[in-house]
């Protein structure tokens, strides 16, 4: 593979792991703030490392995660990539003919 691009549709380990970033810091986030609120000795000061701990893991086992299976984004088997929602429509010109190639 010449360049990785991410394609949130593409069901390769690393494009995975990139969507698990968000709900990874929710859940560290959560779990520090209910050590914080539980612990009279622990509190949130002591303990906000632990965040940026997990991103670097994070960060390191996307980059090192496997690309086996990946697909780019734009690529499409049958050559035809499909038009993104919300735009308008190639292929047909001011007078209605569709044209083809
Ligand atoms: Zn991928």
């Known amino acids: ?3 990785y691009y991410r394609n949130r ?3 390769c380990t690393r ?5 698990l970033m968000g709900p ?3 859940i560290t986030l959560g ?4 050590i914080d609120f539980s ?3 622990v509190g949130f000061r002591h303990l906000w490392p632990v965040f940026l701990i997990v991103i670097g893991a994070m960060k390191v086992l996307q980059s090192s995660a496997s690309t086996a299976g990946h697909i780019q984004p734009g690529y499409s088997p049958t050559g035809v990539i499909p ?3 919300g735009t308008q429509q190639s292929g047909s010109g001011q007078d209605g003919q569709v044209r083809n190639g």
């Open 83 to 85: 038009p993104v929602p």
């Open 9 to 11: 549709n593409c069901p």
């Open 31 to 34: 779990l520090l703030f209910l």
């Open 24 to 26: 990874v810091m929710m």
């Open 1 to 3: 593979m010449d360049q």
């Open 39 to 41: 612990s009279s000795r």
């Open 15 to 19: 494009c995975r792991l990139n969507d």
